[in-house]
Structures are given as structure tokens and as C-alpha cells.
């Protein structure tokens, strides 16, 4: 049972570097989030997905693109890395629609230093 | 908006003794409440979740929390402490039925033996 698979787990940029985060999830979520965990300030959410075809700015989105490829996918991407994007990011999903109140499910996270 | 508070960024505790890690929460809404745990170099894992059922809510591994809406908290606790529970813990809340979950800043339990 994979649940939510994100990757890389480890990646080092340069300075205005660009890469792309992979997400995928195999519980049939209409929804998915991608959020930063930095010390002390808890996870902040970057984007939302709350379907297919739909993206919403969270609480920190400038510096990243997003793009839900379909059901099961959604990608982050960072177009020209700065080191203030070093952190840890996880990846998550969940079903509103459910009787389970909306839980989120969360990927293992990847661990991103920028240099 | 809605926000948490995670009253203490380190609490320390003795094998065996009570587990309580705080929680204080600001909604407009009737909110849904999740403790979320996470383990050294891993993802969040739900402990237990608030969604306005039974107001005492027991989750995984002895772990239990209490919706006390007079004082908007949402207290977890755990009344033995074990070297496994070491580990970082998150206090979480949305509207009812909404998308978007807002964190605390999270609560680090070390477990002395």
C-alpha cells in the first residue's frame, strides 16, 4: 500500500537552479497539498490541488509552481532555487468528500539545501 | 482565520509518566482538530483526529485528546510515557469539512529513562 510517493528524498540545487518535486498517490484523493516543514514554524502550505485541473496559492506560494497532472500527480516546482527554499518538503492528499473528515495522508518528504 | 498554538516548543517527561502536550486553537468555524506525530527523518503520521463526534477522542498508541470548546483547546495526552513516543508532535485544525489544514509550530517529546 504506497499511499503518497513523493521524490527525490535528498536533493542539492545552486543558487538559481530549477527542479521539479514528483508527487503521486494511489488512495484515489480528489485532493493534494504540498507543504514546507522549517524548524520551529510548524508546515506551511505552498499550494493545493482540491481536484483535477485545479491549483490554489497556500500561505507561502511565491517562489514555487505547481502543475496536477492528473488525478494522482501533483508536481512542485521551484524555476530558480534561492537558499531561503532549503527545507524539507512533503507532499499529501486527502478526500473531503469522506466520512473520515478530511485526513490528510502525507508523503516521506524530500529534503531540499539550497547553495 | 484559523490558527494554533502549541503552548511549549520542548517538554521532557520520565519513562512512565504523564504525557500531556498542549494545544489552544482559533476558528471562526466549527473546526475539524487532528495530532498529527512525526519520527525522526520521516512523514506525519495521523495519531488522532476531532470532527465533532464524541468530544474525547482516543488514538493510536494510548494516545487520547479532549475538544474543550469553552477554552478552544485540545489537549493530548497519554498517561504513561514510552522511550518510543520520543519524537515531534503537531496539533492541526480546519474548517469542518475544508481543504486546507493549519499547523502549530509542533511540540518535541523527549522520554527520560
Known amino acids: 500500500n504506497a499511499g503518497v510517493t513523493q521524490t527525490p528524498k535528498f536533493q542539492v540545487l545552486k543558487t538559481g537552479q530549477s527542479m521539479t518535486l514528483q508527487c503521486a498517490q494511489d488512495?484515489?484523493?480528489?485532493?493534494m497539498y504540498w507543504y514546507r516543514q522549517d524548524p520551529g514554524m510548524g508546515l506551511r502550505l505552498i499550494y493545493y490541488?482540491?481536484?483535477?485541473?485545479?491549483?490554489d496559492k497556500g500561505e507561502v506560494p511565491n517562489g514555487y509552481n505547481v502543475s496536477r497532472l492528473n488525478k494522482r500527480e501533483f508536481s512542485l516546482r521551484l524555476e530558480s532555487a534561492a537558499p531561503s527554499q532549503t527545507s524539507v518538503y512533503f507532499c499529501?492528499?486527502?478526500?473531503?468528500?469522506?466520512?473520515?473528515?478530511?485526513?490528510?495522508?502525507f508523503g516521506e518528504g524530500s529534503w531540499l539545501t539550497v547553495v | 482565520a484559523q490558527s494554533v498554538t502549541q503552548l511549549g516548543s520542548h517538554v521532557s517527561v520520565s519513562e512512565g509518566a504523564l504525557v500531556l502536550l498542549r494545544c489552544n486553537y482559533s476558528?471562526?468555524?466549527?473546526?475539524?482538530l487532528f495530532w498529527y506525530v512525526q519520527y525522526p527523518n520521516q512523514g506525519l503520521q495521523l495519531l488522532l483526529k476531532?470532527?465533532?463526534?464524541?468530544?474525547l477522542v482516543k488514538g493510536i498508541n494510548g494516545f487520547e485528546a479532549e475538544f474543550k470548546k469553552s477554552e478552544t483547546s485540545f489537549h493530548l495526552t497519554k498517561p504513561s510515557a514510552h522511550m518510543s513516543d520520543a519524537a515531534e508532535y503537531f496539533c492541526?485544525?480546519?474548517?469542518?469539512?475544508?481543504?486546507?489544514?493549519?499547523f502549530g509550530a509542533g511540540t518535541i517529546l523527549r522520554v527520560k529513562s
Open positions: 490541488s482540491a481536484s483535477e485541473g485545479t491549483t
Open positions: 488512495m484515489n484523493h480528489n485532493s
Open positions: 476531532y470532527t465533532s463526534a464524541a468530544t
Open positions: 499529501a492528499s486527502s478526500d473531503p468528500t469522506a466520512n473520515s473528515g478530511n485526513t490528510i495522508y
Open positions: 492541526a485544525v480546519s474548517e469542518s469539512g475544508g481543504n486546507k489544514l493549519v
Open positions: 476558528s471562526s468555524v466549527p473546526p475539524y
